[in-house]
């Protein structure tokens, strides 16, 4: 029999930690590969979210099988929630589908594959370093990961055969059979590591060992379960109140789960017993207790969505709202860079506020230049600081997603959004220097525009304005039919500007006090609308050179995917 002075601490600590650390890294490297080839369909999934609760725990899951991180599917349902595109109700489900997501970890690694770990590294690696074609990187970066995840299982299971002779770690294992502190110990482990793959993956190793019964493994992964709440609620300290009842939704839910669960640890583990049969073993067992666990609970709780949200918004109430004049970007979490797709979506959407302050400002701007005050003028500059503000938040946020690793379509969609980021600030510059400016001048020069010139420049004002709430929506719906619609519209304003010029020069002949001020002053402004359709444009055309790439990219790919069929037929 083994005892303490028996056992080589150092040899069993290290080859722990270290297959705990590549053990991760490689869940890391596997999920970062998922993420750059599934990300745009992650991104429509979650624009196409009807509020069908059980679309929404589909949608939950699909997510967070390829982001395996719980807590960033919840940053982007709060983001939703801000916006106003999604309830709370409609967030619940896919909290709760987001749970079932995560227990794709254990079920990669509960696979008794470990001995062709190396090769998976190595095939994985020759396909990421060596191939030229983005996606063929991607599955190597994916395969790389899924290799590292078996090799760090294996590390750690390794270091863990002396314990199998050591009776005072064996005694412990068998107290895990007690679910309370089975559940306590787990609970405290996830909370400390931050990370509930981790429990899960030395669970897994010690079970594979045979360290570990499965009534312990399944109280250990309902610990995990509580003790990534923690997580959660630490993730929405200082953060809006709608982010802390996403975290709230989280906490309540897994706490509820386990506490409807922990006294049929015994009834579970035999069910799990009687689907795997006799040749699953300890290991697949746990992994499939965690999906049973969760799914069950999804699909029970999933009825109760109305009331649930109803407790959390009188547990949480929303706080009034700052009258202040700084503005805080809505969606640009700093959770969800490592998810670049994601974040480019998200940048999207700030795209999307950024234009409706500028919309703001350009709804206010003619009556105030053709015959308001400078207090009314000043009014329409100020809103241009929120503008700048928003801009700037948008622009850092973006260089942060920049250095991360992108593929070709995600650098191109960063210089799209940074392109369309400036247009639509150079449209707020253009209200708040140049039109403000114009009518100041009127005042200074006593100028009265005329009912008729009035109504000219309001018409065209109006047409105007409608192309830049176009070119928004196309950006932010990635519409390209909506886009072309901007573009129609070059040649009608070209006319009607051309009519407003010869209005101005047949006025400017006659007679009348400050007339070449007032022709001087309307020409300007019309100038100046021209220069904003000119970027609402530049908008549009980046929505349809989107399109137009996808297009030509699948074309290429179905092009591709003929002559590797024509050449097996050979």
């Not at 787990?186 to 190793?205: D, H, M, P």
């Not at 600030?425 to 020069?445: A, F, M, Q, S, T």
């Not at 790439?549 to 590797?564: A, G, H, P, Q």
């Amino acid at each position: 029999m083994a005892n303490g002075a028996e056992l080589d601490i150092f040899n069993i600590s290290s080859g722990l930690l270290g297959g705990l650390a590549i053990f991760l890294f490689g869940l890391e490297q596997l999920s970062g590969g998922l993420k750059a080839v599934a990300g745009e369909k992650m991104k429509t999934i979650l624009a196409k979210l009807t509020s069908n609760r059980f679309m929404g725990m589909f949608t939950g899951a699909f997510v967070t099988a390829i982001i395996q991180s719980s807590s960033v599917t919840t940053v982007l349902v709060v983001g939703f929630i801000s916006a106003g595109l999604m309830k709370l109700s409609q967030s619940i489900g896919i909290i709760m589908g987001a749970n079932v997501g995560t227990t794709i970890t254990a079920q990669i690694i509960a696979f008794k594959i470990t001995h062709f770990a190396m090769v998976m590294v190595a095939v994985g690696f020759f396909m990421f370093f060596f191939s030229k074609i983005d996606k063929i990187k991607q599955y190597g970066n994916m395969l790389m990961g899924l290799g590292m995840v078996f090799l760090g299982m294996n590390l750690m299971s390794d270091a863990m055969k002396p314990l199998r002779s050591f009776e005072p770690f064996l005694d412990l294992m068998v107290s895990m059979e007690n679910p309370f502190f089975g559940l306590l110990v787990g609970a405290a482990f996830t909370a400390l590591v931050q990370s509930s793959s981790a429990t899960t993956g030395i669970v897994i190793a010690l079970a594979t060992q045979g360290l570990l019964s499965l009534p312990g493994g399944i109280a250990l992964i309902f610990g995990a379960n509580v003790g990534t709440c923690v997580t959660a609620m630490l993730a929405s300290i200082g953060k809006p109140r709608e982010a802390i009842r996403a975290a709230v939704v989280h906490v309540l839910f897994n706490i509820a789960g386990v506490l409807l669960w922990i006294g049929f640890v015994d009834q579970l583990a035999s069910v799990v017993r009687d689907i795997g049969g006799d040749t699953s073993g300890t290991a697949r067992d746990i992994a499939n207790a965690h999906t049973i666990f969760n799914v069950a609970n999804a699909i029970l709780f999933i009825w109760f969505v109305t009331p649930f949200a109803r407790l959390v918004e009188r547990l949480v109430p929303l706080e009034d709202k700052d009258t202040g004049p700084s503005v805080k970007p809505k969606y640009l979490e700093e959770d969800i860079i490592s998810t670049p797709s994601i974040a480019l979506n998200a940048v999207r959407l700030e795209i999307g506020e950024l234009g409706r302050h500028v919309q703001r400002m350009m709804g206010s701007i003619l009556p105030a230049t053709l015959s308001g005050t400078r207090g009314s003028l000043d009014k329409v500059a100020d809103l241009d600081e929120n503008v700048d503000q928003l801009h700037m938040s948008i622009i850092k946020y973006v260089r942060k997603i920049g250095a991360q690793s992108l593929g070709e379509n995600d650098m191109r969609e960063v210089v799209r959004l940074m392109s369309a980021a400036n247009h639509v600030e150079n449209i707020g510059d253009i209200i708040e220097r140049d039109l403000v400016e114009i009518g100041k001048h009127r005042i200074e020069e006593k100028i009265t525009v005329s009912p008729q010139t009035t109504h000219l420049l309001k018409s065209f004002h109006g047409k105007v304005e409608e192309a830049l709430d176009l070119a928004l929506e196309a950006l932010h719906t990635d519409d390209p039919d909506v886009a072309r619609k901007v573009i129609a519209m070059k040649g009608p304003l070209t006319h009607e500007a051309k009519h407003i010029t010869k209005h101005g020069a047949e006025r400017l002949m006659q007679d009348g006090e400050n007339r070449h001020y007032s022709y001087s002053r309307e020409m300007e402004t019309v100038e100046r609308l021209r220069r904003i359709y000119y970027f609402a444009k530049r908008i549009a055309k980046g929505v349809i050179a989107k399109a137009e790439e996808i297009e030509r990219e699948n074309w290429e790919e179905d092009k591709n995917l003929s002559e590797m069929q024509a050449l097996s037929a050979e």
